[in-house]
């Protein structure tokens, strides 16, 4: 009987310390629990095959997905590069833990997360691998900000050196329009010259004189961005200042079927602003417009150049029927070096820099595009 009542008092013994471990293993998921579900940063926990089987309320919201839609799928399949961060997983049964930086992982709605990786194995009390955790912590804040940095570096480097382009370019193009002056005294005095030949040698020297000025002002209009040089505001017609930029870009559409129509409101548009800044902008856009055509093909191209006046506000409405802008580059288009354009062609420069003087004028810069249809960029500024 004595042997029974020990054994019964061993049995409520083992009962209460196995309650008690309940309870404290009770306690300690409900207290990882609560940590998971109030990080902020993305956490997550996988088996000994990499499944996910616990994942941070922070992790949905970093990638976006709800924690049904990640439970038992491997971690690698939301990273960017699975098999990259497969071999971080791989590096961390190894050595037992691993921390790995800058590692992107895609986003529910597409875009990158970058977030910088620590690994850590998770053993058993006999040293057998059951799985991992991974705390994630998001910089892709960061990151674009260290981005925009090197960019805004960039743009500073291009602002030392603008004085010197500016000076090299400046000197060999005063060169050549004294040199074109004299020529047309020469041929305004030769004799023997048939009325045609005459004609035509006076055209060429008017051409090389009207380049060599439209060099000299794309080196102030760099200079005078660098410097953020005060406006130089005066009337004058718009409609003027688009026929001359379509003329500057004569040479673009020579060899093209591209077609540029002008419906402009009737009679001249006038405007005080400044004539040589819209200029730039114009130029920028509809040169951006037959480069578009011409991507999409060519055939049948057009560009139409609008003009509205709408009480104190004048529009301008540049169209081309090229291939669009695809979406995923619609909400970079204003960012500076950003531009899609192939290496040589393109510098990401000309649309932030319209953008900007746009805005300077008092007015605005916007866009409408249709994949495969075209594009309209308007241009938005005070008749005074």
């Known amino acids: 009987m004595e042997s029974n009542s020990s054994l019964s008092a061993d049995l409520k013994k083992v009962a209460r310390e196995l309650q008690s471990h309940k309870i404290e293993l009770h306690q300690t998921r409900a207290y990882l629990q609560c940590i998971l579900q109030n990080s902020t940063e993305l956490i997550f926990a996988t088996d000994a095959e990499g499944v996910l089987v616990s994942f941070s309320k922070g992790g949905v919201k970093v990638l976006g997905y709800s924690l049904e839609e990640v439970f038992g799928r491997p971690i690698s399949d939301l990273a960017e590069d699975p098999e990259s961060f497969a071999s971080v997983i791989a590096g961390c049964q190894q050595e037992g833990c691993a921390v790995a930086l800058d590692v992107a992982f895609r986003h529910k709605g597409g875009?990158?997360?970058?977030?910088?990786?620590?690994?850590?194995?998770l053993t058993n009390r006999?040293?057998?691998?059951?799985?991992?955790?991974?705390?994630c912590q998001d910089i892709t804040r960061q990151k674009k900000l260290q981005e925009d940095l090197i960019q805004v570096d960039r743009l500073a480097e291009i602002g030392r050196i603008a004085a010197g382009v500016a000076h090299e370019i400046n000197n060999p193009v005063a060169v050549i329009n004294e040199a074109s002056g004299w020529a047309a005294e020469v041929i305004a005095d030769a004799k023997g010259l048939s009325p045609d030949d005459r004609e035509e040698l006076?055209?060429?020297?008017?051409?090389?004189?009207?380049?060599?000025?439209?060099?000299?002002?794309?080196?102030?209009?760099?200079?005078?961005?660098?410097?953020d040089s005060d406006l130089a505001k005066k009337e004058f017609d718009?409609?003027?200042?688009?026929?001359?930029?379509?003329?500057?870009l004569k040479s673009e559409v020579k060899y093209t079927s591209i077609e540029i129509d002008m419906n402009f409101v009737e009679g001249p548009l006038p405007v005080v602003s400044d004539a040589r800044l819209l200029e730039q902008v114009f130029v920028n856009i509809v040169a951006n417009a037959i480069h578009a055509v011409v991507a999409k093909g060519g055939e049948n191209g057009r560009i139409e150049i609008r003009t509205?006046?709408?009480d104190s506000q004048i529009e301008v409405s540049i169209e081309d029927n090229g291939g669009g802008i695809p979406e995923e580059h619609q909400d970079k288009v204003f960012e500076l070096f950003y531009t899609t354009k192939p290496p040589g062609k393109g510098t990401g420069?000309?649309?932030p820099i319209c953008q900007n003087i746009v805005r300077n004028l008092g007015g605005e810069l916007s866009f409408e595009t249709?994949?495969?249809?075209?594009?309209?960029?308007?241009?938005?500024i005070p008749a005074q």
């Open 202 to 227: 006076e055209g060429v020297v008017t051409k090389i004189k009207a380049q060599t000025l439209r060099c000299r002002n794309i080196t102030h209009k760099l200079l005078g961005f660098v410097r």
């Open 111 to 121: 875009e990158a997360v970058y977030c910088n990786v620590s690994l850590m194995d």
């Open 370 to 380: 249709t994949v495969g249809v075209g594009t309209t960029f308007t241009v938005q």
């Open 308 to 310: 509205l006046k709408r």
């Open 238 to 248: 718009l409609h003027e200042t688009l026929k001359e930029t379509v003329d500057l």
């Open 349 to 351: 420069l000309g649309l």
């Open 126 to 135: 006999e040293g057998q691998r059951v799985g991992s955790v991974g705390i």
